[in-house]
């Protein structure tokens, strides 16, 4: 058997757009996931990152994303998608803007930069991603700055938002 290596998997790597580089590498990371994704993300219209975060919630994994609120109402957003189909997701209600664009996998890998989960990021834009794997310190502190974001934009917010936000 031949066990293949993901670029993505190796200490530290960074990947730069426009390239499918970026978006494949955090693919990857989610169809790997075996307990949990906590993203923390700017705007999502990707749709291979949306359908790998469906497989993902189908395979039982929890994910919890946060998203900034103006970004979510966008028309091309694919948040209420998410949100639909039973993925926990909380929109800013703190902050001017939630422009972090971090995701924690299982709490062993953490992907960061400017690289905003959609499609022009991909395909036009001139963004970054960088993956830190199996680094301790760096993961704990990125998962507990989503858990402080993730308490202080609560359920009851979020869900009022996409209350008064219906397409």
Not at 24 to 30: H, T
Not at 118 to 126: I, L
Not at 140 to 151: G, S
Request: charged share 30%.
């Amino acid at each position: 058997m031949i066990l293949q290596i993901y670029p993505c998997y190796a200490g530290m790597s960074a990947f730069f757009t426009p390239s499918k580089k970026c978006e494949n590498s955090i693919v990857q990371r989610i169809d790997k996931a075996e307990k949990s994704i906590d993203a923390a993300v700017y705007a999502i219209n990707n749709r291979d990152i949306v359908k790998a975060l469906k497989k993902a919630h189908d395979r039982g994994i929890k994910i919890r994303i946060l998203t900034d609120r103006l970004q979510a109402g966008n028309k091309s957003s694919k948040i209420r998608e998410l949100y639909n189909y039973g993925i926990k997701i909380r929109v800013n209600s703190k902050h001017k803007i939630e422009h972090n664009k971090f995701a924690v996998f299982d709490f062993d890998s953490v992907v960061t930069g400017s690289y905003n989960w959609t499609e022009p990021a991909s395909d036009k834009n001139s963004e970054n991603c960088l993956f830190f794997n199996r680094n301790k310190k760096t993961v704990r502190e990125y998962h507990d700055r989503f858990n402080y974001l993730w308490q202080m934009n609560t359920k009851k917010k979020s869900d009022a938002w996409f209350n008064r936000h219906k397409k």
